[in-house]
């Protein structure tokens, strides 16, 4: 899989992202016993041992929410720290969480969550709108250097407040906001009211994700960064810590303040950080483990037969970068050949066998949205291409180099682009693999002529992958610059009426994968894993998200 | 200074008749003379290998993936381009003088599902491409089959007319089967049989091609789908003769190329480590003193250091070139050179023969390194011979941690590359262990050789060193 | 000998500050930095992030800072008052949040300490008594049974042997974990749980245990036709008296002198072994800081390594002098 240290946000929004479109209602109704759902259907699971192991893949950095930025660590404290509301484990749509209730005023402009009386800290001590008031301001505080601050920038006065002190497009340094000025406000001890800079849809999805949680601001006083020990943290979530060895494992226990402990089914969650996905699988296959999140490459002939295998679609991208402010790049004909004479399904059946959706467009197909197809295998009219760009038979092509970062399931897909190129075209690639602080060195500073790449959707909507190829992007790293790419991105920002704006999001799509190619996709993910029978509550959905409140164990057979 | 292994060697007699002795007792060795032998086999086998590679080793047929040694297909190209005017694609020779090509092709245009059967009922298919999840598969329309892939890639009898559906038995047509368990079907919308391309060339270039006898202009086939293929009435079918790996490249072109790169990678760090190991055990071994005692004082520093570590932070800093890899693991290794040839160097600067030169005016370069240096040949040799195969070695735990390093941008891997991927391979029940035994036994042979030839010649060319250093 | 360990002794600090030095300039010199993503970092944030770890200065700065933390006894606060606390502290990792480099090494190092020790007992009991055996009884079928399964201890690289072991033993035959440490961790957790020791135990060691054996029967090939020892032959001692009394003192030389980087390496865990085996110890922190960019984790465990390396060394040339009584420091 790809080492995206960043997290999925989970959105599920959406047909009107921005402004003034539809207020919360956009939400679908839940159904009043969508709880009784996700319920065990017997009583059978009270003889289980209610201990679930699953390999997280890495040692988390920190526990604390309002710093982490990997998907290991996400998988933790979204179970330690609970939200004002939260989704559900299938569909993803907003359900209840420290709050029990809220309302959003007509304009949009005004949400008033309304927190459960029960709501407690794991230490026992009550959790109160202020927790929430005083948290958001600890992570807009520019010393707390919260990559995920940007989250809060809809609240009124939230992006001031984040980015006083430092300095502005201008030169000048930005003026002290003072707290009071940034739209948050705790109306008593159970209200809490938020005021937004403007109307925003998705607001309730941010407003779940876990840089939104409140933390224990009395214990991260005393103990500063290392508050996250299980010795002093204090959470309110389904789950506390109970024990933490590094590199080891890491082990949640029920929390018994929970508002809705008696929902909670699990006793016992022990995270293991294994990195080595064949000791993974051994230790899964010993008996020792109930869910791997990946699968070892090697061996995947042998897993897609346990019936513990599962596959689902992911919101993620697998693509090439081209570097288009070099030679023989800059030439979109080029950039076309080299795309058109790729049998991509060569590669997703043949080498990566896991399902994998060949793709010669760049957005993953999601509700509302259906992408370009891009364009297809076409041998002659590739060579055709690379003839009008001056290199007819691939003659006169330079050797040009490949950059991937150091991963087998990278090296397969590189060697056999490589081949493909050389077979298709004439021309030559040499392949060059970095290990990953250097490759994302080179690649954010042009330093490369094709490129290895990923992208995961942040949230629900093709803007998420299709805004990063503007002008000057952050995530751009192509060197691409398109005035009408930009102008359409922009229009779709603007854009009320969802038909059109997925109208217009397909014309820019159109232009990036069919004209103009400053990337090469390849193909769409998918989660794959190995999830044991016994383990129930446990749903698929595209962002790979499976809440241990929700999870049991069924006794083995 | 501690310098307990550097006890005085015995005098060095006339060179010529030292390395006939030595030669002597070598070949009495049997170990060793085996291991000279399997040294020069190896080294001959990647030095050739570019002309010895059945198959371009670059090259995966990747419709192929894994295949057992000895496996057999028809001769053809991952995609089969024949066009009126133009040359056949084909990169393999023996295309060039042909005169009738053709392709034996299967169109079956086919779906792999996953099928999850629990307690005797299906419970889930999924579209294999895209992980789709669907309800039933239709396979009741006429020329509509089934096949099961089994476990070893082989295809189970078709069944026909048959329909699976979630929430229902497993059809009876797929016979007994255990109560839960996974099978992979592919579903075939047959076409009629075999479709039959024939080409006609002349001087390369094809005149004309038709299809079931119908004429055509161009033609693309997948090898995957190519059942048979035949050149002037002869079929063209070939051999891995140690299978291939999941990309589906010919192993034993690999394993031949990685040698290349395993020894370029032992010699030529071997040789930096020499060099630099040589001239400075050398020279701080002859100037003696406080200039000795400096020199060696470093090196005893510098032994200190992780030298592994070094070896990293060489490799993060300067790139992942094969080049730096040589001097990387060469810098790391010239430490003992340097203490071996000191020692000896120290011994012999007192005897006869440099007194002679230096009064016959020889400079002090050149004593040292017209006559002491060449007498320091045989230890220096003894250690070369260990060193390979260590450089060897630790190039594949490099391999290990992901710090490979790419030979000349192709797609090649060295001998412990390989035997990592095969590692990664092997399945929980020996499944594809040809891909770990092969690399591993080239690998392995090679080192015991090396390792078997080094303790030769030190006891060959030093009798009373061995065992030591 | 006393001033000669006083000579060593007075290098260490030496030596120790060339190590750090050179690594610590490498390390910065890399491209990439520890906060360096695949999802850029909003510059203002990156910043602060560098600032409150001191990455904004300039390198050498930087280093002296680490220099000054570094030291065995500090006697002025950051503000300059007096105020003499311990030192040698390592400063926070960047990659675990919540702990400082002292900790993690506290940690992690008795966990490759304990793997370590067992491996190197393993090593020396097969190592010496093969080697042993094999010398004495030269060119019999022990000599080269055993010899060759030293070779293979040698020429296959351990992260084959390891994941066979694990699937032999583990997998097939349901005899031991096949990954995983003590749940207790820590080193006397360890201890508690051998079973989970055993297979990475066995992978470590088989390396040096073939190293051991190879240099001990070469020993004892030299040793056994000495004088000293055909006087013992002579006077009618028995065979294990001699072999054990006399010949193997003179054969364990090599073998000493090859123990000191040894000792080292082993205790320090191997990487490859760790990882295979899942077992929390310090060895993988050695790649995977660097890796990662741990700058100062990086620092901590080169340290480490490099005080091991130089201790043992410093012991093994005092062993040396014990066994030998020819050899004489001045």
């Known amino acids: 899989m790809t080492r995206t240290a960043h997290l999925p946000l989970v959105l599920a929004l959406v047909l009107a992202l921005v402004a003034l479109a539809a207020p919360a209602s956009a939400q679908q109704a839940l159904p009043a016993d969508w709880k009784a ?31 982490v930025t990997g998907v290991p660590e996400h998988r933790l404290t979204g179970n330690l720290f609970e939200t004002l509301v939260t989704q559900h484990p299938e569909t993803l749509q907003t359900v209840p969480g420290v709050a029990e209730r809220w309302e959003v005023s007509r304009d949009g402009l005004v949400y008033t969550f309304h927190l459960r009386k029960n709501a407690k800290w794991s230490d026992g001590q009550p959790l109160t709108a202020t927790d929430f008031r005083d948290s958001w301001q600890r992570l807009l505080e520019p010393a707390t250097a919260a990559q995920y601050a940007y989250m809060l920038y809809p609240v009124k006065g939230a992006e001031a407040y984040n980015k006083q002190g430092s300095e502005g497009p201008d030169g000048v340094k930005r003026p002290a906001v003072p707290y009071e000025q940034v739209g948050v406000q705790a109306v008593d001890a159970h209200t809490l009211r938020v005021t937004l800079e403007r109307p925003c849809a998705y607001f309730l999805d941010l407003a779940a994700f876990d840089s939104l949680a409140p933390v224990p601001l009395r214990v991260i006083r005393a103990h500063g960064d290392r508050w996250v020990r299980p010795e002093t943290l204090v959470c309110n979530g389904p789950f506390k810590l109970g024990e933490w060895r590094p590199n080891q494992r890491i082990v949640l226990v029920k929390n018994e303040h929970y508002w809705d402990r008696d929902f909670v089914k699990l006793e016992q969650v022990v995270a293991l950080p294994l990195e080595d996905m064949d000791t993974a699988f051994k230790m899964f296959q010993q008996g020792e483990c109930d869910w791997l999140n990946d699968v070892p490459l090697g061996k995947l002939a042998e897993i897609q037969r346990l019936p513990e295998f599962y596959v689902s679609p992911y919101l993620g991208t697998y693509f090439y970068r081209f570097n288009v402010t070099k030679k023989p790049f800059d030439d979109a004909r080029v950039r076309r050949a080299l795309s058109m004479c790729i049998d991509r399904e060569a590669i997703t059946r043949d080498l990566l066998r896991a399902g994998q959706v060949p793709a010669t467009w760049f957005t993953p197909a999601m509700p509302g949205y259906e992408p370009p197809r891009g364009l297809g295998f076409d041998r002659e009219r590739a060579r055709r291409l690379l003839a009008e760009a001056g290199y007819p038979d691939g003659k006169g092509f330079p050797t040009v180099e490949l950059l991937y970062n150091t991963l087998e399931a990278h090296k397969v897909v590189a060697e056999n682009l490589v081949q493909q190129w050389r077979e298709n075209l004439g021309i030559t690639v040499s392949l060059r693999n970095s290990e990953w602080k250097v490759y994302l060195n080179d690649v954010q500073h042009l330093q490369y002529q094709i490129a290895r790449a990923a992208w995961i959707g942040d949230y629900l909507d093709p803007n998420t992958f299709l805004d990063m190829f503007v002008t000057g992007g952050g995530n751009n790293n192509t060197g691409w610059s398109n005035a009408r790419y930009d102008a359409l991105i922009a229009q779709a920002a603007r854009e009320l009426d969802p038909k059109k704006r997925m109208a217009v999001f397909q014309e820019a799509e159109r232009l990036l994968i069919e004209e103009e190619m400053p990337v090469l996709p390849l193909y769409i993910y998918v989660n794959k894993g190995l999830l044991k029978e016994t383990v129930g509550g446990w749903y698929e959905n595209v962002r790979d998200q499976h809440p241990l409140k929700y999870l049991w164990k069924e006794p083995a057979e | 200074m501690s310098a307990p292994a550097e006890t005085p060697p015995a005098a060095p007699k006339k060179g010529t008749s030292l390395w006939q002795d030595a030669w002597r007792r070598l070949k009495k060795n049997h170990m060793a003379m085996f291991g000279l032998v399997v040294v020069v086999f190896m080294s001959a086998l990647a030095v050739l290998a570019p002309w010895l590679a059945p198959f371009d080793a670059t090259y995966g047929e990747t419709w192929l993936g894994a295949q057992p040694p000895r496996f057999d297909h028809p001769d053809v190209l991952n995609r089969n381009f024949l066009a009126v005017g133009h040359p056949p694609t084909h990169i393999r020779p023996g295309y060039e003088d042909a005169r009738t090509i053709t392709f034996e092709v299967d169109e079956t245009q086919e779906t792999e599902y996953r099928v999850r059967v629990q307690r005797r009922r299906v419970t889930e298919i999924r579209r294999v491409e895209g992980a789709i999840k669907i309800d039933r598969v239709d396979a009741t329309s006429p020329g509509d089959v089934l096949v099961e892939v089994r476990e070893d890639g082989s295809r189970g009898g078709p069944v026909t007319g048959a329909v699976i559906e979630t929430k229902a038995p497993l059809p009876e047509a797929f016979g007994e089967r255990p109560a839960s368990f996974v099978m992979i079907v592919r579903h075939a919308q047959r076409a009629k049989g075999p479709v039959l391309y024939t080409a006609h060339l002349e001087n390369g270039v094809v005149l004309d091609l038709t299809r079931d006898g119908v004429g055509i202009d161009r033609m693309e086939v997948e090898g995957r789908s190519v059942r048979k293929v035949d050149v002037d009435g002869t079929e063209r079918r070939h051999t891995h003769w140690l299978g291939t790996d999941l990309s589906g490249r010919d192993l034993l072109s690999r394993i031949l190329y990685g040698g290349r790169i395993s020894l370029l990678v032992g010699v030529i760090a071997t040789i930096v480590s020499l060099v630099i190991g040589v001239v400075y055990g050398a020279i701080s071994g002859y100037a003696g003193g406080k200039v000795d005692d400096l020199l060696m004082a470093i090196v005893d520093i510098l032994f200190a250091i992780p030298y592994m570590f070094l070896v990293i932070l060489l490799l993060v800093n300067f790139g992942r070139d094969i080049t730096i890899l040589f001097v990387a693991l060469g810098a790391v290794q010239w430490l003992t050179m340097a203490r071996i040839v000191r020692g000896q160097i120290l011994s012999l600067k007192e005897k006869e023969f440099v007194e002679a030169a230096r009064m016959s005016g020889t400079g002090p370069a050149g004593i040292l390194f017209r006559h002491l240096v060449p007498n320091t040949l045989g230890v220096v040799v003894v250690y070369t011979t260990l060193t390979v195969p260590a450089v060897i070695l630790q190039e594949s735990f490099l391999a290990f941690i992901g710090l490979a390093v790419e030979y000349d941008g192709q797609s090649l891997d060295s001998w412990g590359a390989l035997v990592k991927s095969g590692m990664d391979a092997l399945g929980s029940d020996g499944e594809r262990s040809w891909l770990l035994v092969a690399p591993s036994i080239a690998m392995a042979l090679t080192l015991f050789s090396l390792n078997f030839l080094g303790d030769g010649l030190r006891d060959a060319l030093d009798p009373q060193q061995r065992g030591r250093t | 000998m006393g001033r000669y360990l006083f000579r060593r002794l007075l290098q260490v600090p030496i030596v120790l500050l060339i190590l750090v030095t050179i690594s610590f300039f490498l390390m910065r010199a890399a491209p990439g930095g520890p906060f360096d993503m695949d999802k850029q970092v909003d510059a203002d944030i990156k910043r602060r992030m560098e600032e409150k770890y001191h990455l904004d200065k300039h390198p050498v700065v930087q280093y002296g800072m680490f220099l000054r933390d570094l030291a065995p006894i500090h006697v002025f606060d950051r503000e300059g008052n007096v105020s003499i606390r311990p030192g040698f502290d390592l400063g926070p990792s960047f990659k675990n949040k919540s702990l400082s480099v002292n900790e993690v090494i506290w940690l992690k190092a008795p966990v490759s300490a304990l793997l370590g020790i067992a491996a190197l007992l393993i090593s020396l009991v097969l190592g010496l008594g093969a080697g042993v055996v094999a010398g004495v009884r030269q060119n019999s079928v022990f000599d080269y049974g055993s010899m060759a399964v030293a070779m293979v201890g040698l020429a296959v690289p351990t992260f084959v042997v390891g994941p066979l072991l694990a699937l032999v033993f583990g997998l097939w035959w349901k005899l031991l974990p096949v990954a995983g440490y003590a749940a207790d961790g820590g080193f006397f957790g360890g201890l508690m749980a051998p079973q989970y020791l055993i297979l990475p135990a066995f992978a470590l060691a ?73 077992i929390p110890g310090i060895g993988r922190e050695f790649v995977t800081s660097a890796m990662n960019r741990d700058y100062t984790m990086v620092m901590g465990t080169v340290i480490l390594f490099g005080v091991l390396l130089v201790a043992f060394n410093l012991i093994v040339d005092v062993v040396y002098g014990l066994l030998d009584p020819r050899i004489r420091y001045t």
């Open chain 3, 206 to 278: 088989l390396p040096f245990a073939a190293r051991i054996a190879r240099l001990t029967r070469a020993g004892m090939l030299e040793v056994i036709n000495q004088d000293y020892i055909r006087t013992a032959w002579a006077k009618g001692l028995r065979e294990h008296v001699i072999v054990v009394r006399h010949a193997l003192r003179g054969a364990m030389l090599p073998v000493v002198s090859f123990l000191g980087p040894a000792v080292a390496q082993i205790l320090t865990g191997s990487l490859v072994v760790e990882q295979i085996f899942a």
């Open chain 1, 37 to 67: 759902k996700v319920q065990p259907e017997s009583d059978d699971w009270k003889k289980a041992r209610q201990v679930f192991t699953f390999n997280n893949g890495a040692e988390p950095e920190t526990l604390d929410p309002q710093i």
